[in-house]
């Protein structure tokens, strides 16, 4: 599908479609750009860069210096393209739910114990393979295939990170359940266990790595030197 240039003067959109289709036609995924891109792109128009920022309700990841310690403070990283807002109907479709409340977003990420699901960081916490990063999270909504085939949108809790390397594909309960029942017996009983904690279930050796882990680098090596002594 060709999609409508950013410019064209005949194109009857407001700031928010043609900022999506400036990010794709002339920043490119991955690229950065300022405010005073923004700016000389969209001349005389108010709080232009407030629109572009408000693809990230359609699933378009944009990253500010908050989210990236290597950003400048007045530069943005185009991560990823979300939902096509230029298509009336692709836009309706991913129109963010405004009904959800600030209270019910702290109900899903107490809920998520104010972690990602997905790579299970704490809100704060810095990744441990690159330390200019913070993990930010925010209550997303998932496309999610139930086991009996349904589909449903449910709200779950994402770092920003995990959420800009997602492949956009739904959430597979139904495939989850198929490879929990090819397990043999003892370890689905290992398993269910795991669910009814909340939590994987580790070995002395698994809580020996990770305390070595968690450890800076400078120590790292000092236990490496005792080992081998």
Same mark, same amino acid.
């Given at each position: 599908? #060709? +999609?409508? %240039?950013?410019?064209?003067?005949?194109? &009857? =959109? $407001?700031?928010? !479609?043609?900022?999506?289709?400036?990010?794709?036609?002339?920043?490119?995924?991955?690229?950065?750009?300022?405010?005073?891109?923004?700016?000389?792109?969209?001349?005389?128009?108010?709080?232009?860069?407030?629109?572009?920022?408000?693809?990230?309700?359609?699933?378009?990841?944009?990253?500010?210096?908050?989210?990236?310690? #290597? +950003?400048? %403070?007045?530069?943005?990283?185009?991560? &990823? =393209? $979300?939902?096509? !807002?230029?298509?009336?109907?692709?836009?309706?479709?991913?129109?963010?739910?405004?009904?959800?409340?600030?209270?019910?977003?702290?109900?899903?990420?107490?809920?998520?114990?104010?972690?990602?699901?997905?790579?299970?960081?704490?809100?704060?916490?810095?990744?441990?393979?690159?330390?200019?990063?913070?993990?930010?999270?925010?209550?997303?909504?998932?496309?999610?295939?139930?086991?009996?085939?349904?589909?449903? !949108?449910?709200?779950?809790?994402?770092?920003?990170?995990?959420?800009?390397?997602?492949?956009?594909?739904?959430?597979?309960?139904?495939?989850?359940?198929?490879?929990?029942?090819?397990?043999?017996?003892?370890?689905?009983?290992?398993?269910?266990?795991?669910?009814?904690?909340?939590?994987?279930?580790?070995?002395?050796?698994?809580?020996?790595?990770?305390?070595?882990?968690?450890?800076?680098?400078?120590?790292?090596?000092?236990?490496?030197?005792?080992?081998?002594?």
């Amino acid at each position: 599908m #060709t +999609l409508p %240039a950013w410019n064209d003067p005949k194109l &009857k =959109a $407001g700031t928010m !479609v043609r900022g999506a289709l400036w990010l794709l036609q002339v920043v490119g995924e991955g690229k950065t750009f300022n405010k005073e891109q923004v700016r000389n792109a969209f001349p005389g128009i108010s709080q232009a860069d407030r629109r572009i920022r408000d693809l990230r309700d359609y699933g378009w990841v944009l990253l500010t210096s908050s989210d990236d310690a #290597t +950003l400048a %403070a007045e530069d943005q990283r185009f991560v &990823k =393209a $979300g939902a096509p !807002v230029w298509d009336p109907v692709a836009r309706r479709a991913a129109a963010p739910d405004k009904t959800v409340s600030n209270k019910g977003k702290q109900a899903v990420m107490a809920r998520d114990d104010y972690m990602c699901t997905i790579c299970g960081i704490s809100g704060g916490e810095s990744y441990l393979d690159d330390s200019n990063q913070t993990a930010v999270l925010s209550v997303t909504r998932r496309q999610t295939i139930l086991p009996d085939g349904r589909e449903r !949108v449910l709200l779950t809790t994402e770092c920003k990170r995990c959420r800009a390397g997602g492949d956009g594909q739904a959430a597979r309960a139904d495939e989850a359940l198929a490879e929990i029942h090819a397990l043999d017996s003892g370890e689905r009983r290992r398993l269910l266990r795991w669910i009814e904690r909340g939590r994987r279930g580790s070995t002395p050796l698994d809580r020996a790595w990770n305390a070595y882990r968690r450890l800076p680098a400078d120590a790292r090596d000092e236990v490496r030197t005792a080992l081998q002594d």
